[in-house]
């Protein structure tokens, strides 16, 4: 059974930061391109950041180029999402989500929680 699951959502105040987590279990993560996804409230979900099997290519939407940085770590079967300068509007449940081609889409997590408020 395939299963993705986010950890490190929260509250923070605006500027902060904060480190997502995914653990992978149930299929070759190495083989997976992997991605983040997100959902702000009243708004449809959009791409956020993924990352190619091989860790050489990322990619990010625009919105949050230069603020966040996705990788991840193979032999512990884990994507991370570090965000940095976080603004309001970063509010949303984040996604993370694996598959075969780009932007990955076939498997997601429950989502966890960011609120970006003073």
């Known amino acids: 059974e395939v299963q993705l699951v986010e950890s490190g959502g929260g509250l923070v105040q605006p500027g902060g930061s904060l480190r997502l987590s995914c653990v992978a279990s149930?299929?070759?993560?190495?083989?997976?391109?992997m991605g983040w996804f997100r959902q702000p409230p009243g708004k449809e979900r959009e791409f956020v950041a993924a990352?190619?099997?091989?860790?050489?290519?990322?990619y990010y939407a625009d919105s949050v180029k230069g603020r966040f940085t996705i990788s991840r770590n193979s032999a512990e079967n884990t994507m991370y999402l570090q965000m940095n300068s976080l603004k309001p509007e970063d509010t949303a449940v984040y996604y993370c989500?694996?598959?075969?081609?780009?932007?990955?889409?076939?498997?997601w997590g429950q989502g966890t929680q960011v609120t970006v408020s003073s």
């Open positions: 149930g299929f070759t993560f190495s083989s997976y391109i």
């Open positions: 989500t694996g598959g075969s081609t780009y932007p990955p889409q076939k498997h």
């Open positions: 990352i190619r099997q091989n860790s050489g290519n990322t």
